[in-house]
């Protein structure tokens, strides 16, 4: 089980990252620095504590930098300065090759738009993770078929993604994630390109599987309904900001400020307006 | 009038370096030329040893292979036997090694050119200039030199070809690789896949449908250079043609013509079914 620890991160954009790191750390904001030295800023001064076993929300609007923010976890996205820690250990410090083998035994991760490849079969998708440790393929074939059962898509595991629906295509994704047996899943936007219903059963399957398995997943989103329906801790983030981090009744009850106070009635507001 | 004074010519300088890369360096070129030579000698053999009706054939299933269709592969047979019926089977024999060795050569050069170009920016940076040169240049420009280091015959033929024949190769091998979705490939990033693993198990299997039109001009633009690398001394369907235009014999010329427009339409074909059946049905690739 993992504690992910965030530490202080910074991402600038830009040619000159440096000028614009100075200024983000002496508390200029995102337009006064991109005004100034040309960068746009990522993040800023984000710190977070992850704790294991928990499904943590990282909830902003576009532009926000939650999907920016959720690469650093598996450093697909270098920090311009801070720190990632897994169980106290600085992944920053990973070579290459270390860098793999975390990516392959500790983090997996599902994707907007599925990041299926197309070329592989359902089954040769599900299985990648465990293909690349150089799992021999009658034991991966094993894994995958469990977990493409465990997400309802038995029978399908020859055909092609472009044979699937959408929210057929994210189950494969979540296979793929699952079967990769890390204990710490990103899921950037998952839901986010499939229609209300099979969202909403993606969202139960979800909590489903939280339940018998206890990972950690990291969840972006950035509708405050999926937010609150998975999330047994929210952070909210703005222009690059951590505004406020709490359980789904701290942001309801207790808006850190206007900002989250705005989403929060938007949404008290829609069953009305439904009226 | 622009000012003599202001003259400068490269013409000595490229000329002397000419001069000493023959008289200095030609042992290297004839080493060189040897090995080509030696190769396409080995393709011409198998081909023209072959009976006309195992080579048509052969060609048949590529086109069934690549196409599945059996209007292809039936208008393939003909066309193929018809050249035979028009007396250049040996010809074409002889054309399609010269051809078939460039292309091997290319791909050899071109692929992993291409992926190096799609990787790294300053490769990129000197690549693309220099194939703007060689696709500009006047190939009778090299073909000179290629004349002076290799001599007569069929090598100075094919690097001619080559030059002329790898940079669309190179430039849909970059692009065809630039292309694949980025998510894809950070998605087995994400996973743990190693440079090599994505690049071979992820990104060359995506962008095997842009390689392979690369390749297709390739063939073509290779077909295309058989005329002129006649004139250096290749055999072949060019060396009729050019036969054909010197003597004023214009029936020769158009059968050779026709010889040359054939092979191109069922490479072309193959190359192209080869490239397509990947993108519409992966089931294939």
């Known amino acids: 089980m993992a504690d992910i620890e965030i530490r202080n991160v910074y991402k600038i954009f830009g040619q000159d990252a440096k000028a614009a790191l100075a200024m983000a750390k002496e508390g200029l904001n995102k337009s006064e620095i991109l005004a100034r030295s040309g960068c746009s800023v990522g993040l800023n001064n984000v710190s977070l504590t992850i704790g294991a076993g928990k499904i943590f929300v990282i909830m902003g609007l576009s532009g926000s930098g939650k999907s920016t923010l959720v690469r650093h976890i598996n450093r697909l996205i270098e920090p311009t300065s801070g720190e990632v820690a ?43 993770g465990q293909r690349v440790r150089g799992l021999p393929k009658a034991e991966a074939r094993e894994i995958g078929m469990k977990w493409i059962e465990t997400v309802g898509l038995s029978g399908y595991d020859a055909k092609f993604p472009h044979q699937l629906s959408g929210g057929m295509k994210q189950r494969v994704g979540l296979a793929r994630a699952l079967a990769a047996d890390t204990d710490v899943i990103l899921m950037d936007e998952a839901f986010s390109a499939l229609d209300p219903l099979i969202r909403a059963d993606m969202q139960d399957q979800l909590l489903q599987l939280q339940q018998n398995l206890s990972k950690t997943i990291v969840f972006i989103t950035h509708d405050l309904d ?13 222009d690059g900001q951590v505004v406020q981090v709490g359980t789904p009744d701290d942001i309801l009850e207790r808006p850190a400020n206007d900002y989250v106070a705005r989403f929060v009635q938007r949404r008290q507001g829609r069953p009305e307006a439904h009226e | ?16 370096f000419i001069q000493a890369l023959v008289s200095g360096y030609g042992w290297v070129f004839k080493a060189i030329s040897a090995v080509i030579l030696k190769a396409v000698l080995y393709i011409e053999w198998i081909l023209r040893g072959l009976p006309w009706w195992v080579v048509i054939l052969i060609f048949m ?135 090599n693993q ?8 995506l962008a095997t449908p842009t390689i392979m039109a690369g390749l297709n001009q390739t063939i073509m633009m290779a077909l295309s250079m058989v005329v002129v690398a006649s004139m250096i001394g290749a055999r072949g369907l060019g060396e009729q ?45």
């Open chain 1, 86 to 128: 897994f169980d106290g250990n600085n992944i920053l410090d990973l070579d290459a090759k270390a860098l793999r083998t975390f990516r392959m035994h500790r983090v997996s991760m599902v994707f907007q738009s599925f990041a299926l490849m197309p070329h592989r079969t359902v089954l040769q998708n599900v299985v990648y």
């Open chain 2, 241 to 285: 043609v050019l036969n054909g235009i010197q003597t004023l014999d214009v029936g020769k010329g158009l059968e050779a013509g026709i010889g040359i427009v054939i092979l191109a339409i069922v490479l072309d074909r193959i190359t192209q079914g080869f490239g397509k059946s990947r993108t519409e049905d992966p089931r294939n690739g």
């Open chain 2, 198 to 205: 994505i690049l071979f198990g992820v990104e060359l299997p």
């Open chain 2, 1 to 16: 009038m622009f000012p003599d004074s202001l003259n400068l010519s490269i013409r000595g300088p490229v000329n002397d």
């Open chain 1, 226 to 238: 999926e937010a609150l329906r998975i999330g047994s801790e929210i952070a909210i983030l703005k």
């Open chain 2, 61 to 195: 299933a590529l086109a069934w292979q690549s196409s599945k269709r059996w209007p292809l592969t039936v208008v393939v047979g003909v066309l193929l036997f018809f050249v035979g019926v028009l007396g250049l089977w040996d010809l074409t024999m002889q054309t399609l090694a010269l051809m078939l060795m460039a292309t091997i050569v290319s791909v050899v050069i071109g692929v992993p050119m291409g992926i190096l170009v799609a990787k790294s920016r300053v490769m990129r940076n000197i690549t693309l200039p220099v194939l703007d040169v060689m696709q500009t240049m006047p190939s009778f420009v090299y073909l000179i030199p290629a004349l002076m280091l290799f001599g007569l015959g069929k090598v100075p033929a094919i690097l001619a070809t080559i030059i002329y024949a790898v940079p669309p190769l190179i430039r849909l091998t970059d692009l065809g690789i630039r292309q694949v979705d980025h998510e894809v490939v950070e998605a087995a990033t994400a996973f743990g896949g190693s440079p």
